[in-house]
């Protein structure tokens, strides 16, 4: 699959009407929801335009729930704090390690932030 101008408008429009990228996917058609997401965050379309209403009553606990930082789990961020479906991965973490294998691998590999990482999570001293 590709993108061109129109099926980007049409992402555009979509998003902005506050469709799901499920739904904008299938309406564009030849793009994977995975696809379109990706391509919304290339282009920076906000969250803030999404019109999706979440039940606060029943979201609640469940955020509260996966925020709680005492979390057994992965706490790779997903998303961006602060927003509605900001939550940590929870995954089975790697002994001695805040995340899980995958997560471990994504926040190691960046350069940038090795260092930081490193004396944040006191992983020891590497010879590198
Ligand atoms: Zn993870």
Redesign the pocket.
């Given at each position: 699959m590709s993108w061109n101008d129109e099926k980007v408008d049409k992402l555009k429009e979509l998003w902005g009407k506050g469709n799901t990228a499920s739904q904008i996917a299938q309406i564009i058609g030849d793009v994977s929801r995975n696809a379109v997401i990706g391509k919304a965050n290339r282009l920076g379309l906000s969250k803030k335009n999404n019109t999706v209403k979440i039940d606060p009553n029943v979201n609640k606990t469940a955020h509260i729930s996966v925020l709680v930082p005492n979390m057994s789990g992965?706490k790779?961020p997903i998303g961006h704090p602060g927003d509605e479906d900001f939550y940590f991965?929870g995954?089975e973490i790697i002994p001695g390690k805040p995340?899980?294998g995958?997560?471990c691998l994504t926040a190691y590999r960046r350069k940038d932030n090795n260092n930081k990482m490193k004396k944040f999570f006191k992983l020891g001293t590497s010879s590198e």
């Open positions: 992965c790779w991965c995954k995340y899980c995958e997560h």
